[in-house]
């Protein structure tokens, strides 16, 4: 089972790109609670050069809720991370974490509607992408 799903977007920056997947994440009714420049931070802690890679937190408050009310430790799984990172060729990937793969190992049948619904959201947020 693959633990994530992603596309390349052609014909777009870096930049642009993180832009588009936060705007189509809103569009599903995400929010992004935390973004992580990985990059930034690996010069700045490590003095580094590593590509441009971003994480996106996105969070669907819903189904937050309804996971943390169903399983009050599966804010360990939160929020769903987006990553959007820069080939050498300068292809831009756009990456989501499948949350039935990672929602799997918790032992709670109530969980699975949850990640089935955050499963199709982030599936046509990967899919929107262009």
Do not use: W
């Not at 777009?12 to 990985?38: M, P, Q, R, W, Y």
Request: charged share 30%; with cysteine; aromatic share 8%.
């Amino acid at each position: 089972m693959s633990y994530y799903f992603s596309k390349i977007i052609s014909g777009k920056s870096f930049d642009e790109a993180a832009e588009f997947v936060t705007e189509e994440l809103k569009k599903e009714g995400f929010g992004v609670l935390t973004e992580i420049n990985v990059g930034e931070t690996l010069k700045k802690k490590l003095d580094v050069d590593f590509k441009k890679y971003k994480i996106l937190g996105a969070c669907s408050p819903k189904h937050a809720y309804e996971a943390l009310s169903a399983e009050d430790k599966i804010g360990v799984f939160l929020p769903c991370n987006v990553v959007v990172e820069e080939h050498e060729n300068g292809d831009v990937e756009v990456s989501a974490v499948d949350p039935i793969a990672s929602m799997s190992s918790v032992e709670n049948e109530s969980l699975g509607g949850i990640a089935v619904e955050i499963q199709q959201k982030l599936k046509k947020v990967i899919e929107n992408l262009r």
